[in-house]
């Protein structure tokens, strides 16, 4: 029992770090966007969404890679084997540099002819768009290599060192929003040279202090034949669910780009980084969770497993309401006084990707839970099928002339229910979770507490508007959440958790 105690203070210290990283890095970002729009243009900025986009339907390999690297480190680590450590990082890092130079091939044949063969973009701007493309590969690429020691920082729970090198990270890119104004070449492609340099920085930092910090994160060109196998395999079945998952969203950015031009495309982006910006408080929180679920498996300490599992959920959730809600009610002043000059559509975008940003933190826990056992193919096919599913909804609401936002209730209704019920199967076949306790635990509070609170904010939001809206939701949302959170959605014990976590930050204070 002590060493949870020890475990859950390790866990609240990851997560206290996390959330002043997050958010400044929040504002940070949020703040970039207005710069860049302002500096780019509504044009340019949508240029770049979309060129970037190309790159990004490639992150699928980047995700999946993180995925394996920080789960066969985090089980090597639970097992405290410092040996096998050392073979995953290296066999890691060579993964790596084999499918970055595969996916800058195949980035440079076939992104070129689609950017200069499909995209709508104006011709006056389709050389900066080139330039843009090829520095946005080489930014790719930077990161790429970076996974083995991000997921060495997030394995050992250094998370205090991903938090300030994130928000240097943040940092530096503001100062390249800023400095593009002071350019006199091309701004799009200044913007771009720029942020590869920007990755390589942080390539350096994170590789200069994990080869510092942890014996077994030196890389010395070893490739283990039997981890290789083991993470090729699990790692191919999370290429094949990431690739579905990145093929949706970009899919859905070349829809918009061909059935509604680039002002579409930076409404999206702008909804996009409202999303970054809201996902990556309960995204922390998830975190510093993360290692204890994986080490919890690979120890055999199944019961502490489940428990793990239903409170990240429920307390994601709290995590995500209150922020999410409020940008919902708000979205139009918020824009609007970030922006400046709004591109049409954003805000239902942003009130359409917030709700199933709502539905992922939810089931957030579930995916880790089922990569920490290793047994995923089938859960990937599943999800897979659910994500193209989405793509050829959206294809068929848009061949329709559907509105763009409303669209996206398709992704609602299938990478968001559709993958919560998935999730569950698999959390029941393969952990044994008690699916009946969870529902009843987890599920049902969440439920009595949307059903309370929603007449509330649909009052309050009929009947007020602009800042009286935004002060008026602020308050009456506010204490309804507080005080349905403490009565309705929290259990006894975890609300005796969160006081006590609350009474010792106020003593550290």
């Known amino acids: 029992m002590s060493n949870y105690t020890s475990e859950n203070k390790k866990i609240a210290k990851n997560t206290l770090a996390l959330y002043a990283r997050t958010i400044i890095v929040m504002l940070v970002s949020l703040y970039v966007s207005r710069v860049l729009l302002n500096k780019l243009g509504v044009d340019d900025y949508g240029i770049y969404n979309v060129v970037g986009s190309i790159v990004i339907l490639f992150s699928f390999l980047n995700n999946a890679l993180?995925?394996?690297?920080?789960?066969?480190?985090?089980?090597?680590?639970?097992?405290?084997?410092?040996?096998?450590?050392?073979?995953?990082?290296?066999?890691?890092?060579?993964?790596?540099?084999?499918?970055?130079?595969?996916?800058?091939?195949?980035?440079?044949?076939?992104?070129?002819?689609?950017?200069?063969?499909?995209?709508?973009?104006?011709?006056?701007?389709?050389?900066?768009?080139?330039?843009?493309?090829?520095?946005?590969?080489?930014?790719?690429?930077?990161?790429?290599i970076r996974v083995p020691y991000s997921a060495s920082v997030v394995a050992y729970e250094r998370l205090d060192f991903f938090a300030y090198a994130s928000i240097v990270d943040a940092v530096l890119k503001l100062g390249i929003a800023f400095m593009i104004g002071f350019t006199g070449y091309d701004r799009l492609v200044t913007y771009s040279f720029m942020l590869a340099f920007e990755s390589f920085v942080m390539l350096l930092v994170y590789k200069i202090f994990c080869t510092r910090t942890f014996n077994t994160c030196r890389y010395n060109?070893?490739?283990?034949?039997?981890?290789?196998?083991?993470?090729?395999?699990?790692?191919?079945?999370?290429?094949?669910?990431?690739?579905?998952?990145?093929?949706?969203?970009?899919?859905?950015?070349?829809?918009?780009?061909?059935?509604?031009?680039?002002?579409?495309?930076?409404?999206?982006?702008?909804?996009?980084?409202?999303?970054?910006?809201?996902?990556?408080?309960?995204?922390?929180?998830?975190?510093?969770?993360?290692?204890?679920?994986?080490?919890?498996?690979?120890?055999?300490?199944?019961?502490?497993?489940?428990?793990?599992?239903?409170?990240?959920?429920?307390?994601?959730?709290?995590?995500m309401f209150l922020p999410a809600c409020l940008l919902i009610l708000n979205i139009d002043l918020v824009l609007d006084l970030w922006l400046g000059n709004v591109p049409e559509n954003a805000g239902h975008f942003c009130q359409i990707l917030i709700v199933c940003s709502m539905i992922d933190a939810v089931t957030g826990p579930f995916y880790c839970a089922i990569m920490a056992t290793g047994k995923i193919a089938k859960y990937q096919i599943l999800i897979s099928i659910s994500f193209l599913l989405d793509l050829l909804l959206s294809f068929l609401l848009f061949k329709m002339g559907i509105e763009p936002y409303l669209i996206l209730i398709s992704r609602i209704m299938t990478r968001g229910f559709l993958n919560a019920f998935v999730g569950m199967y698999f959390l029941r076949s393969l952990l044994?979770?008690?699916?009946?306790?969870?529902?009843?635990?987890?599920?049902?509070?969440?439920?009595?507490?949307?059903?309370?609170?929603?007449?509330?904010?649909?009052?309050?939001?009929?009947?007020?508007?602009?800042?009286?809206?935004?002060?008026?939701?602020?308050?009456?949302?506010?204490?309804?959440?507080?005080?349905?959170?403490?009565?309705?959605?929290?259990?006894?014990?975890?609300?005796?958790?969160i006081m006590s976590f609350v009474k010792k930050f106020k003593e550290r204070g």
């Not at 309050?460 to 008026?472: M, T």
């Open 432 to 497: 044994g979770h008690d699916m009946k306790l969870y529902l009843r635990k987890t599920i049902s509070p969440i439920l009595l507490f949307l059903l309370i609170i929603s007449p509330v904010a649909y009052v309050v939001y009929s009947n007020f508007d602009g800042i009286r809206l935004l002060v008026v939701s602020v308050s009456v949302v506010s204490l309804t959440f507080l005080f349905l959170s403490y009565y309705i959605l929290f259990a006894p014990s975890e609300r005796q958790y």
């Open 66 to 144: 993180t995925a394996s690297s920080q789960r066969f480190l985090t089980v090597a680590l639970g097992e405290e084997d410092n040996i096998k450590m050392c073979k995953v990082f290296n066999t890691s890092v060579s993964i790596q540099i084999i499918l970055v130079a595969v996916s800058v091939v195949l980035l440079e044949v076939g992104g070129t002819w689609f950017l200069n063969n499909r995209l709508n973009i104006p011709e006056e701007r389709l050389d900066a768009a080139n330039y843009a493309f090829q520095f946005s590969i080489l930014t790719f690429a930077l990161n790429f």
């Open 221 to 319: 060109g070893i490739l283990d034949k039997k981890i290789f196998k083991e993470m090729f395999m699990f790692s191919g079945w999370t290429l094949f669910g990431g690739f579905s998952n990145v093929a949706t969203q970009n899919g859905f950015l070349f829809m918009l780009n061909m059935f509604c031009g680039v002002v579409a495309n930076a409404a999206m982006g702008i909804a996009n980084q409202v999303l970054t910006a809201l996902v990556t408080f309960v995204s922390s929180f998830q975190t510093s969770f993360q290692p204890q679920i994986v080490k919890s498996y690979a120890q055999g300490e199944i019961s502490r497993l489940h428990s793990l599992i239903n409170s990240t959920s429920k307390f994601s959730f709290a995590l």
